[in-house]
């Protein structure tokens, strides 16, 4: 499945804005410090998106689910 892919439903940032793709998921990562990228809650967040990218749709709620679990600062 392509990066380009959306999730479900969006996911809303805490400061505002959206990350809606596979892609401003892993672009939104990748701006964080490299520290902060290294903690495991954002390495689980990686790891399930690029599954859903490289397995497809079944991934692709677990990669929102990491994301948000992330963001909220859930181990």
Do not use: C
């Not at 939104?28 to 990218?53: C, F």
């Amino acid at each position: 499945m392509p990066w380009s892919t959306p999730f479900d439903e969006p996911i809303a940032l805490h400061h505002g804005g959206t990350l809606v793709t596979l892609q401003h998921a892993a672009d939104y990562i990748m701006k964080l410090s490299e520290d902060t990228q290294q903690e495991t809650r954002w390495q689980i967040a990686v790891e399930h998106l690029i599954n859903a990218a490289e397995q497809g749709a079944g991934w692709l709620m677990f990669a929102r689910i990491a994301m948000l679990r992330a963001l909220n600062g859930d181990d």
